[in-house]
């Protein structure tokens, strides 16, 4: 399930890369200890910039890793120019790696603190929220979409998270989590794919596709599919099947630029 769903994104990232020819920029919002920044390093696919947002506990973390961690803070260090890095407590500004201490839902706290590092929203924008949106009430992550697109002409959003949350499993995947104190706030975007799709269009959203995440894991490269299932033995596929059904991968675009946006898929 974790090999789909980073191997999912990934695929929809990079085509975004390609078709902007990197001369774009990257906000992970609520990236929380993501590496895609490193990655997309070691792979010579860096955005102009690449951005991320969490809450200020979680970044303050993630800061101490980077700091204490060579393998980590060099790739930062290589990619900047000019004067020294800005760093604190909950934030660091570099030439092409920012990280900020925010709220998703105090959008103008985010937006000042990501102005103030540079964020361009003339720029192609990709912004990606890994199961953060659900976290978050509808109207909150209804606020946040429209913030995105107002603020983007040019612009891809990729969403993971839940989905097909009525049936008989999905209702007990919100008790278990509920038991864990964790609280799916915003459960009723996630009825169906449809519903998955009309968050983003009611929200100003030009084009949005919706695929959960068995669909996903069929269109995956089939080569490396079957090198990840050889390397733990699974007899239960019905259990895999079932739980990704339960989640799905949704993208929208806003193509002022006519880059092609709406023509990504797997």
Known sequence: GYYARVTGVSLLLNTFLRK??????????????????????????LP????????????????????????LSKP?????????????????????????GADLRNLKDMEEKLKKMNMDPQLPTLLV?????????????????????????TAMFISYEQVNMTDRFGKIMVENLLRRQCNLAGVDACQSLQSQKERFLSNGWQSVDAWDMIRVYG?????????????????????????LLHYCISWATNDKLSLGLDEITF
């Open 48 to 71: 102009q910039k690449y951005f991320e947002v969490d809450f200020p506990a979680i970044i303050a973390r993630k800061l101490f890793n980077i700091k204490s961690k060579p393998p």
């Open 219 to 243: 269109n995956l490269p089939q080569q490396d599919v079957m090198r990840i299932e050889k390397l733990e033995f699974l007899d239960e596929k019905e259990l895999l099947e079932q739980l």
């Open 129 to 153: 929220a890994e199961c953060v949106l659900v976290y978050m009430t509808v109207e909150q992550s209804a606020s946040l979409l429209k913030w995105a697109t107002d603020t983007f002409p």
């Open 20 to 45: 902007t020819e990197c001369k774009c920029q990257i906000i992970n919002l609520g990236a929380g200890l993501d590496t895609t920044f490193w990655r997309l390093k070691e792979e010579n696919l």
């Open 76 to 100: 930062i260090m290589e990619t900047h120019s000019g004067d020294s890095l800005l760093i604190d407590a909950h934030s660091l500004d570099s030439a092409r790696y920012s990280i900020i």
